[in-house]
Every structure is written in C-alpha cells, then in structure tokens.
C-alpha cells in the first residue's frame, strides 16, 4: 500500500531524515509506517461500514427496495432472474399435510386441508398466483409479513400479507434481540364522515399506529397498549425475511447484488447496437478527381441502390439509415477505425450477465435463455448442482413458513370453543411459550413435500419405490403417496383421503367389503358403517 504524505499528515519524511542513519531506529520507522498503513485500512473499513449500515438502515432499505421494484419491470436479466427463481422454487408445486401412521387423526389433515383450500387464504398464500407474488417480494423487497386473523368462536384462520411500507419496526426481548415481540405498524385510513347537509359525507384521511404481536408470543399479561400505542392481540404477525445481515432486523432483496451488473450489461448491449449502427451507416465508399464529380456519381449511385425496408414505420435518417454512399473529393477520404485485435460481438459482454446469475443464483444459460457457442442441448435443459442446491434451500426456508403457519392453525382451532380438534396447552415457566399437545397424543406433525427439481426417469423412481415397499417397512398410504409423487398426479391428499377411513387407517384397495366388515369388527367398529 503506498502511503502519499500531505500537509494534515504527520511529517513521516523529516523522521526519516533525522533517523536514516540508524538502523535500530529505522526499524522502528519502518514499523510504525506499517501501522499507519493498517490505521489507513482500518479507516476504509470504518468508512464502508458507515455506508452499509446508512444503506441498510429502514429509510436505506426503502430507497433499495424501490431500486429493486423498478429494474424487476424494467430490466429483462433481473425480471427472468427473478421468474426463473419462482420456477425452480414454486413452479411444480408442493403438497402439505398432516403426518399419517400411528396415532394420527384424520381430524388434523382435515383441518389442514380446510385452511389450503380456504379461497380466502388462497388470495394470499396457498394458490399459484399467490406463491408467485411471495417469491416476487423476496426477490425485491428481501421480506413477507403475514398477519393472521383466527375466528375467536371456531378457531378458522385467514391469513394475508402486510405492505412492508407500513411495519417501521419490531420490538424484540430485551434479554434476546432475535425473539421478537411485536411490529410496529403505521398506517393511513379513510374514514367517511356524514355531513350536516341532507346526503352530504365528507372523507378524512387518518394515521393510525399499532402494535401486533408476534406469532408464539402470548404472554400471561396481555395490556390493551403499550405506550398509548393499542395491541392488536387477535392479528399476529409473521416476518419471512431472506439475506438477512447478521442479527438485522431487516432482509435484503435477492436482486439487490445483481442490479449494478445488470445495468453495466444493458448499458454494454446499447453501447455494441450504437457501434454496430455505426459502422452500418457506410456500405460504399466513392473517390473522384473532383469533388462535384464524385457527389453526382453518388446522387446516380445512391438512387439506383434499393432502399432498406423499415415495414412501413417512419425512417429516422430519411435516407435509408444503413447503407449509404460516402462520396469524397481528392485529398479526403472516409475509413472506418481500424477493428483488428478488437472484440466487437455482442457475446463478450456475457462475463457481465454471468455476474448478474451469480448474484440472483441461477445459471448464466438460463439467463440468457441460450446455451452460447458450446450450444448442447443437454447443457440448456440441466440444472447444475449448485443451483439445485441453493433453490432447495429457498424451498428449505418456505417449507418452515408453511409449518409454522399451519401449527398456529392447528393450535386455534384446539384454543377456540367450537374447533374441531381438542387438545391441552402447557406454559414453559422460563420462556412464557404455549405448548399445545392433542388429546390422545395424537400426531400434529404436518410434512411439506416439494418436487424433485432434477428430473429423474419416472420409471427407475417407481421401480426405487417398488423396491422399498417390498422390504414392508414403509407404511401403505406412505408408500401410495409416493408412487403419485413420482407419477406427477395431482391433488395427492384428496386421492389419499380415498383410500382411508374415517379414522385414517389404509383401506386395501384389493380387499373385499367382507374382509373390511371384518376388520372393523374386530376394532370394535361398526363393520356395517365400514363397507358403505
């Protein structure tokens, strides 16, 4: 590192004057212009750390999310980047469910199935259209909250997302900064007003601010407001954010490391169409003894060329654009700039799009939706195992959500006085966390299962399941639901929910009504109720 001396700075070169002569001296000199050299460093340290920390505070993340917002509708690299991520995440669908086997209840698929299927619920969440926008606001907002809104009297749940706009703050556990309590949202209401005249109304805009708490956070006391700011107990929030700095309160959008790449790549595109316009502008070049001579020969030249079709839209240059003549007198002449030993073609800037992958996670060929000069088939179609890795793991984190939310839906409808499940809840003494358990013990558990995304020969995966059920240590209904998976059959749990009974035990489809009237018999059931 070259350290350059001015006048604010010590006078280190009269130092060394006084001191050249000794060496022990001239260590300690020597020394110490190392450390001013880690006091320079340290200093650019400090000031990027300024930046990031200005950057990413909430009125920084707000002028990024905004950013983000634009080139995901502006540039083509960030918006398929960010489509690409939604396919490879979302794009072939996932099951949820309640864990079948031992001890499970119907009753809990049944109230699972009731919340994905809810149309409410599928506005936000659980339909295709919905899981696209979610994975659309990681990618340019780094974030999702959810609000719940549980039916206190049958424990029905609805859920929506909350404009990040609108939630400037969370307040966490004094003790621990990543429990979080609540968030804190501001938002603006109209609100109409009957005026004195007969029919007359009248709207006011009004700021409201409240506090939701988080989702798991139900303390023992629960104050209407806090700091005269009213609690919203009855709407909990959920934060999903992605790309999180360490211990931050906010996420990070996932197009916010490619966006510079992806301007330098379309300002490269522009810059290469401008030269290769350019350089179209003269196709002939015509030279006489006189400069008259060689404007007629040009005006005879140029009419009897055919002008360039521009599929009837008005043309700019008025002369054809491309192609023309350069007529020259003697003397003068027209050359282009030399072009040997330069790299003009449009794929050199493909190091720039391959940047823009890297910071979005997806391969430069898909990208690019082309497979460049080595041009295999199998390279354009072929997700490489980074790839899957890092989309497994978005689908990793987005599996979590899911159960989550569906155990706080499970969890209200125990706590409501009229839901269909029925269950005991526990507070841990230390934490204040509630811990429902079902009545009987019965499994609460609920499996999200994603598509494989490398696509594997659908017979060697059936003959794969074929051969574990043949061991007899999967259960039926495990080994059916898999056999669907692998076969692309839609709607799983509806076709799943066939081939049980009531209670959630496997019916064989190869059994007889008789031998199943028996087997309820044997249960103790009503082998009549069982064989209708």
Known sequence: MTLELTESQPDVGHLLVELGAEREMNDLLVEALSDLELAAEDKGWRVASMELD????????????????????????????????????????????AR??????????????????????????????????????????????????PDPLTG??????????EVRDSVSNPDDRDDV?????????????????????????ETRRVLH???????????????????????????????????????????????????????????????????????????????????????????????????GLPDPSGEGGVGQVAASGPGTSLEAIPKSGATIDSGSGRPLAAMVAAGLGVSVVDLLADPGVTGARAVAETLDKPVILEMNGRRGLWGSVLQQILSYVIDQSVKAPRGPL????????????????????????????????????????????????????????ETARQLMNALGVKDVDELLDDMTDDDGNWIDPEMTAGQVAVDAFNRGDDPAAATR
């Open 156 to 165: 029905r749940v609805q859920v929506r997302t909350t404009p990040l706009s």
């Open 181 to 205: 309590w609540f968030y804190f949202r501001t938002y603006e209401v109209f609100i109409i007003e009957a005026g004195y005249a007969m029919g007359s109304t009248r709207r006011r805009k």
């Open 100 to 149: 079948a086997g031992e001890g499970a209840d119907q009753n809990v698929n049944a109230v699972v199935q009731a919340f994905w299927d809810d149309d409410s619920n599928k506005k936000a969440l659980t339909s295709p259209e919905a899981q696209e926008r979610l994975e659309r606001k990681l990618g340019t907002q780094g974030q999702v909250i959810f609000t719940f809104f």
């Open 213 to 311: 708490p988080a989702i798991g956070h139900w303390p023992t006391s629960r104050p209407r407001s806090i700091d005269g700011i009213p609690v919203l107990w009855d709407q909990p929030m959920l934060h999903v954010k992605v790309n999180e700095p360490d211990h931050g309160k906010w996420g990070i959008p996932d197009a916010y490391a490619a966006l510079p790449w992806a301007r330098a790549y379309e300002g490269f595109l522009t810059d290469w169409a401008r030269l290769v316009k350019a350089l179209s502008k003269f196709a002939w070049r015509l030279s006489g003894d006189k400069s008259s001579k060689a404007r007629r020969a040009a005006e005879t030249m140029r009419a009897a060329l055919p002008r360039p079709s521009t599929h």
């Open 422 to 477: 029925k269950g005991s809840t526990v507070r841990d003494t230390r934490t204040g966390k509630e811990t429902i358990t079902l009545t009987g013990d019965v499994e609460r558990t609920v499996t999200v299962e994603w598509p494989a995304l490398n696509e594997l020969d659908p017979v060697k995966l059936v003959h794969a399941i074929v051969e574990a059920d043949s061991t007899g240590k999967l259960p039926p209904l």
């Open 54 to 97: 200005r950057e990413f505070s909430r009125e920084g993340l707000d002028s990024v999310i905004r950013n983000c917002s634009v080139m995901a509708i502006a540039s083509p690299l960030i918006k398929r980047g960010l489509q690409l991520r939604t396919g490879y995440v979302w794009g072939q669908g996932v099951t949820v469910a």
